[in-house]
């Protein structure tokens, strides 16, 4: 009767792990995602320059999601609701890098002479 007590009480505890594992993988870290979005909009701010040479004045998130063997989120943004841009941030190094974008779209400066960082609208994915 022990023996079987034993087992009950170790398949309980192996159903509640999984259980309590699996529902807290799905969660989502608003504040950590926030941190992400702001990092991207200063990256944008700073290194982003489009083509035609048109002022940035809308930030767009659509989407984001975490690619689970690497721990890397990935973000789709659009600018002036026209250019597509793909991000990877890496949070633990609180990187963030520029992963696609359709080419002749934008330009990659080191450092932008004139930020005009007051117009810019941002839009957040919620």
Known sequence: MKKITKILISITCLVLLTVF??????KVDKKAVKQDQDRIVEYIKEKVELQNKEEI???????????TSTG???????INDKIELYY?????????????????????VENKKNINESN???????
């Open 21 to 26: 594992t699996t529902g807290c993988a799905d």
């Open 57 to 67: 004045k809308k930030i767009k998130f659509v989407d984001y999601e975490k690619n």
């Open 72 to 78: 890397a989120w990935h973000y789709d943004v659009v």
């Open 88 to 108: 990877t941030s890496w949070r633990e190094r609180k990187e963030v890098v520029l992963s696609a974008t359709k080419e002749g779209d934008i330009n990659l």
């Open 120 to 126: 810019i609208e941002v839009i957040y994915e919620k």
